[in-house]
């Protein structure tokens, strides 16, 4: 099984910028993707969280949430076993946990926001912008 860490959350102003990072351990070939999801604070636990970027392994494939396209971008790094997701203009309503996941996700673009598409998880790492 593949454990995901995420790292660089943090505290910013409305306008800045930050940049996460998901490393992968294990067996890493259990999936072909890896996906960031945001579980924004207000938000029920029970209600999944919501899918930002996705990036699949074999050609950097990428899609985005349509609330950060132009200002987000997610990147891999294969040799590393590692991906990071560059967030500029940052608004408050981009506050929350952010996750990563991995999983086995169709190439179409249908499905890769739900969560209960991916099977592994990171334990999330905080974003917080201030207005």
């Known amino acids: 099984q593949v454990q995901l860490v995420e790292s660089g959350g943090g505290s910013v102003q409305a306008g800045g910028s930050l940049r996460l990072s998901c490393a992968a351990s294990?067996?890493?070939?259990?999936?072909?993707?890896v996906a960031w999801f945001r579980q924004a604070a207000e938000k029920p636990a029970e209600k999944a969280a919501d899918?930002?970027?996705?990036?699949?392994?074999?050609?950097?494939?990428?899609y985005y949430a349509d609330s950060v396209k132009g200002r987000f971008t997610i990147s891999q790094d294969v040799t590393k076993n590692k991906v990071d997701l560059q967030m500029t203009s940052l608004k408050p309503e981009d506050s929350g946990m952010y996750y990563c996941?991995?999983?086995?996700?169709?190439?179409?673009?249908?499905?890769?926001?739900?969560?209960?598409?991916?099977?592994?998880w990171g334990k999330g790492t905080q974003v917080t912008v201030s207005s």
């Open positions: 996941a991995s999983g086995y996700i169709n190439r179409n673009g249908k499905s890769w926001s739900s969560a209960y598409e991916y099977s592994n």
């Open positions: 899918g930002v970027a996705i990036i699949f392994a074999r050609d950097d494939l990428t």
């Open positions: 294990g067996y890493t070939s259990d999936g072909n993707s």
